[in-house]
């Protein structure tokens, strides 16, 4: 009698794998991004290739962040895909900022597929050393 090792990992993923054919996930996809603070701002970067200016949309309310936007599917009705892994349709991202930022003073960048928003703090936010008396 032979015997398999049994990996529980394998067989947790055969069954997403099923359950995804009959209830598939949300549509769209969720693009990679980095968020961290320096003393003066936070900055958030975002790997979206193959989006536009156009594409995307940067939003600001009560201390979030919001990046949105739509990647459209490329392709002509007539090919044949033999795998699809690039994720496509429309996306939403939300930060809650924990420090007030300067919402007149944010900027961001879009370039060679990357996009970096930095978000200025408040001056009132800036850290301050409070003197013991």
Known sequence: MAFARWDPIRDLLVIQQRLDRFAPGPPGW????????TPDCYVITAELPGLQREDLQIHTHDGRLT?????????EACEQYH?????HGSFSR????????DVERIAADLRDGVL????PKAPE????????S
Do not use: K, M, N, Y
């Open 30 to 37: 969720v693009p990679p991004v980095d968020l961290h603070e």
């Open 83 to 87: 795998r699809v892994e690039r994720g």
């Open 94 to 101: 939300t930060f809650q900022l924990l420090v007030p930022i």
């Open 125 to 132: 936010a800036t850290a301050q050393r409070i003197p013991i």
């Open 67 to 75: 990046l949105s936007g739509v990647r459209r599917e490329r392709g």
């Open 116 to 119: 970096t928003i930095t978000c």
